[in-house]
């Protein structure tokens, strides 16, 4: 059985940092596209950065470039997602992924067919 789960959220001031951390269980995890997803209240989830399961291609959300840092590790089963210069707009309930295809296929968020884990909230207040 695919498992998720995500770690590393929090409260974080405007203009900080935080970095948040996935890892998997029940894979192969090198045969698996990864990717970050989040959900505001009352929107849409949608897809922040996603990875090749190499780490060789990346995608980033424009409202994101620039900022966040995808990153994964083969050998952990882990994958990393480093947040700078945090906004209030990146307050949601952030979400791994996992799933077989290409890198490309998270921006569907609603076709994908993966495994997703519970969440962990970021919220970026004063």
């Known amino acids: 059985q695919v498992q998720v789960e995500e770690s590393g959220g929090g409260l974080v001031q405007p203009g900080g940092s935080l970095r948040l951390s996935c890892t998997a269980s029940?894979?192969?995890?090198?045969?698996?596209?990864m990717g970050w997803f989040r959900q505001a209240p009352g929107k849409e989830r949608k897809a922040v950065s996603c990875?090749?399961?190499?780490?060789?291609?990346?995608y980033y959300d424009y409202s994101v470039k620039g900022r966040f840092t995808i990153s994964r590790d083969n050998t952990k089963n882990a994958l990393h997602l480093q947040m700078d210069s945090l906004k209030h707009d990146d307050t949601a309930m952030y979400y791994c992924?996992?799933?077989?295809?290409?890198?490309?296929?998270?921006?569907?968020?609603?076709?994908?067919?993966?495994?997703w884990g519970q969440g962990t909230l970021v919220t970026v207040s004063e």
């Open positions: 992924a996992a799933w077989l295809g290409l890198t490309s296929d998270c921006t569907a968020v609603g076709a994908l067919d993966a495994t």
């Open positions: 029940g894979l192969t995890f090198g045969d698996y596209a």
């Open positions: 990875i090749s399961k190499t780490g060789g291609t990346t």
